[in-house]
Structure formats: structure tokens, C-alpha cells
């Protein structure tokens, strides 16, 4: 083991600040060389999205000591920007994660500590309801303690600047840059909750905020009124924050066939029915299918634990279909643009904004209603840091943003993806289309006979510790010269490099530097409309593929699918 690990560790269990319930789980690992390698080998880092990893003591685990300097350092980030940023005060909110209550206090009482005001929610909240505390009190920042969807050891460390959306890498390479100062934990300052609370640094935030925002995720509704809601809906908040405010939406907009998975239904971080807690997963609708059975659902619908995400299957000749992410963002999109023109609701320059590995069928749909879709790098900030632009440019109007990995926003009161606003117009576009004799999977289908048969498939390959995070990185690397440049009839004519910013035409061997943010991904677009891309993720140990085709029929799409998912998993797997 490296010398630098060990003493790390031993720091840890030698510092006086260090409380002993963290010194015992580290003694307890003495004999266990791998286990104190992977905790101590790195700092947990913090990136554009925060921080997030497995929960424990050490220097690369979610603890209160790393939750401390993470929050220290923002604090002066906030400090650097001026009295008035300090004024503003930041908002903190928390998910059903373990350890979640806990990060979040000792985050709003090292902010007391440095003056900053903390405004704090008592009980947990969805991500969404995050990003519009912040705009609704004129924060400086927020913070959220949420692992999303990673499994129940994680949790995480998500920080929001003033427009209500994650922070870009200005601000993290500035958060980064203070963290790099801190050379002790006693170093950071934090104070008592009593005396947070006398000084009038630590604010409980109060049902004014929920009921303002739930108020604005009602006037997403396209068609009120028009609409029979006596459609069956199951929901499963998959033991999260979604349980009371998804609910409580579509009871107040006329949705009172709801039926809720009991055994999910309440806040609980050990997720006791499920292994993994995405809802991408379909193992996570096995309550919610047994109970759409009983009470014979049309929809079902679950939201993952911070509610930022949704996910949905569909009854569908009397079979329960799910719908991936991709497909439930073409019919949002072709529900909010027939709805908002039916009714001369379009905005002056209308704009939806996906990532660059959501898939293409939305582009087809926007253009046919004169929308424009702008493609970002992967992850909300990106999608969202657009209606921050238009803001103050006025130049475009933001209608809708989404992601392949479930996540959607609509309209501009909210800054990140938000589940609760997607619940209810995903009910009320299953509703409408109910009327019609249709199904979400019938409109689907309408769709892909208009603008040819799109099929898609995110594979993530798993690799965790030292040696699989030398192995992502060497994937990353090699793969930039292995590539195919045919996959059975497809040809690939263009290769996008989002690390070198620079996208080359294969046909005429040219390169062209693109406008595009820094990122280490690979794209491969071939002449028949498929691609594929490649990218380390972000948030957990894993290195993901996105494999996308298009073809006239769904057998050959799906056909091409796995022509590439083959040949591409083979020259993955052959870098060791």
C-alpha cells in the first residue's frame, strides 16, 4: 500500500478533532488493507455536481467532516462575492438518505458560523422545491444533501448558485480552489444550533415555500377542465421525497384514483424493497406492478428518492409496457407543443434544450411546430444554465428541457429537473390521449410510424476502487483509437471530442473546434442516423455507453442495436 494512504489514515486516528464513533469505525478496518486504500486513496472529490460516494469514515466517504469542508469553502467562495451575497443567505434541503438530517444541520451551522444566514427545511424536500427556495427567498446559493438515485450506502453534496440551478465549474473550481486551503478540520469554524437560531442565522423554512411552489407545479396544466381524470394512477416514491408532493399535486388538480405502494410509500434511507433505488431499474416497479394488477391501473409512475426523476410504465393491451427516457420526453414534447399551439400558447422563440446523448426523435417533433432544440452537455446545470441565459439576454423562450436518464423540467419557476411538475403533466397527457381511445404507448407508436422507428439503450459498465478508476480512464483514452468506422450498413461519417472540443467529418478528414464546454466524452454519429457515445459518469464508478439507432422498421432498429452493442462492449472489454 502507498505510503500517503497509510498516513492519511492514521491522521484520522490520530487527530483530536476526530470524534471516536469515526476512530472506532476506522480501527475496526486495521487488519483490512483494501478497505483503508479505497477510503483513503483520494479526496472524495468535488465537482460540478458536489460531492457524492459511499457513506464512512475517510477522506473518500460522505462524512461530517468532508459535508464541514466542503461547506466551509463555499462559504468564502460566497464571502468573495460580495457583502450582498452574504446577505442573501443560502437555502439547505435534505432527502430520506441516511446521515441526510445531519449533513444538512452541520452545513447550515458552519454557514452560521461564517455569518452566512441558513435557511433550512425541517423535514425532507424534493430537489425541485430546492432550486425554487432559492429563487423564491433571492439566495446567494443552496445546498442539497442527496445521493439521487445511487444505492442506499451513498449520499451526496449538491450545490446551487443564485439562479436556482447546480453550479458550473466557475464556481466549483472556485469552491475547489478554497478547499485546497483548508489544512485541518479545526480549522473550520462551527457553532451550537441554539446559538444559530439566537443569532438569527438559521431560519426554518416554512409551508409559505410549499405552497408556493406546488402552486406553480398546478399551472404547468395545459388541459384542466377538457380532461376526464378519472384515470388510474399507481405511484411509488420508492420510500423518498416524493410522497407528499406528487401526491398532493394531482389530489388538487382532480386525480383521485391514485393509488400509492404501501410499502414504499414512506421516507426511509435502508430502501427495504429494493437493492438499488433507480427507477430507470425495473426491478424498482415490481410493488408497484403487483399493485397496478389489483386495482387494474392505466399509468404508473415512480419518482426516485430525491424526486427529481420519473419514470413510467404503461397498461397497454392489458400488458404492463415501460417507456425509457427518451421515449417518455417525445411525448411530453409532442403533448406540450400540440397543447400550447392548439391553444396559441407558443411563446416568441421557442426553445427545448436536451443533452447531447438524449436521443433525436424530439428534434424531428419540436421542428415540426417551428421549436428550436438546442443540444448541451449532459446534466441539468447545462440545461438549465440556458433560461438562466435567456433571463437576460430575452433573447429565446425555455419551454422544456429533458434528459435520456429520466429527467425533465418544465417552464422556468424551477432550475433542475423536477418529477413532481412531470408526475402531473405526464397524468394529464395519459388522460387526454385516454379519451381518445389511446394509450401512452399508442401515441408512441403514432410517433415512431411519423418519424421513423428510434430505438435506444444505456449500458453502464460497473468499476469501482483504484484499479477501476485507472481502467475508466484507460477505456476513455484508448477507445479515442479503436473505434469502427462501419457497424454493419452504417458508416460512421463524424466523431465528436468533447475533451479536445472538436468535431472531425470522416469523409473529408477535416476538424472543426466546437462551442461547447470541456468534458471527457466521445460521440460517433454514423449516415444513417445511429450514434453512439461514451463517457465516464460523473457521480458514480462506472464508464457509460448510449447507444442510439434509427431505421424504418422497428425490427431493423432493433437489429442495428445490437449490431453495435457487440461490436462496441467487444473493443471495451478488450482494454484491460
Sequence with gaps: MDNNIMNSYLEWLNDDFIDQTTKDELKSIENKPEEIEDRFYQELEFGTAGLRGKIGAGTNRMNIYVISRATHALAQVIKKHGPEYVEKGIAIAYDCR?????????????????????????????????????????????????ASHNPKDYNGYKVYWEEGSQIKSDIANLVLEEISKIKSFADIPVISEEEARQKGL?????????????????????????????????????????????????????FDKVYVVKEQENPDGTFPTIEYPNPE?????????????????????????????????????NKIV????????????????????????????????????????????????????????????????????????????????????????IGTFVRDKDAVSASLMLAEAAAYYKEQGK???????????????????????????????????????????????????????????????????LLTNESLTIDIEKTDAVKFIFDDGCWYA???????????????????????ASNKLIEFETLILEKLHSIK
Design 281 to 317: 431499474d425495473l426491478k424498482a416497479f415490481e410493488y408497484a406492478e403487483r399493485l397496478a394488477k389489483d386495482v387494474d391501473a392505466d399509468l404508473l409512475i415512480a419518482t426516485d428518492p430525491d424526486c427529481d426523476r420519473l419514470a413510467v410504465q404503461v397498461k397497454h393491451n
Design 439 to 505: 394509450t401512452l404507448v399508442d401515441v408512441l407508436n403514432e410517433l415512431f410510424e411519423k418519424y421513423g422507428y428510434y430505438q435506444e439503450k444505456t449500458i453502464s459498465l460497473v468499476l469501482e476502487g483504484v484499479e477501476g478508476q485507472k481502467r475508466i480512464k484507460r477505456m476513455m483514452e484508448e477507445y479515442r483509437d479503436l473505434y469502427p468506422t462501419a457497424i454493419g450498413s452504417s458508416n460512421l461519417t463524424e466523431m465528436v471530442d468533447y475533451e479536445k472540443q472538436l468535431s472531425k467529418n
Design 98 to 146: 441516511l446521515f441526510s438530517p445531519e449533513f444538512a444541520m452541520q452545513s447550515a451551522l458552519v454557514m452560521a458560523a461564517n455569518g452566512i444566514k441558513a435557511y433550512l427545511f425541517e423535514s425532507l424536500r424534493p430537489t425541485p422545491e430546492l432550486s425554487y427556495t432559492i429563487r423564491y427567498f433571492g439566495c446567494s446559493s443552496g445546498i442539497n444533501i442527496t
Design 534 to 556: 461514451l463517457r465516464p459518469s460523473g457521480t458514480e464508478p462506472k464508464i457509460k455507453l448510449y447507444l442510439y439507432s434509427k431505421a424504418p422498421s422497428l425490427e431493423e
Design 202 to 254: 438559521l431560519i426554518d423554512i416554512g409551508k409559505e415555500v410549499d405552497n408556493s411552489y406546488i402552486n406553480e407545479v398546478m399551472n404547468v396544466s395545459l388541459r384542466d377542465e377538457e380532461i376526464d381524470k378519472s384515470i388510474k394512477i399507481v405511484y411509488t416514491p420508492l420510500n423518498g421525497a416524493g410522497n407528499i408532493p406528487v401526491r398532493r399535486v394531482l389530489k388538487e388538480k382532480g
Design 322 to 409: 415501460p417507456l425509457n427516457g427518451n421515449q417518455t420526453g417525445v411525448i411530453l414534447i409532442n403533448y406540450i407543443l400540440s397543447a400550447m399551439t392548439e391553444k396559441g400558447l407558443l411563446p416568441r422563440n421557442p426553445v427545448i434544450v436536451k443533452s447531447i446523448v438524449t436521443g433525436d426523435m424530439g428534434t424531428a417533433i419540436a421542428k415540426d411546430y417551428n421549436v428550436e432544440m438546442i443540444n448541451v452537455l449532459t446534466g441539468f446545470k447545462n440545461i438549465c444554465a440556458l433560461p438562466n441565459e435567456y433571463d437576460k439576454t430575452k433573447e429565446k423562450n425555455f419551454i422544456f428541457g429533458y434528459e435520456e436518464s429520466i429527467g425533465y423540467v
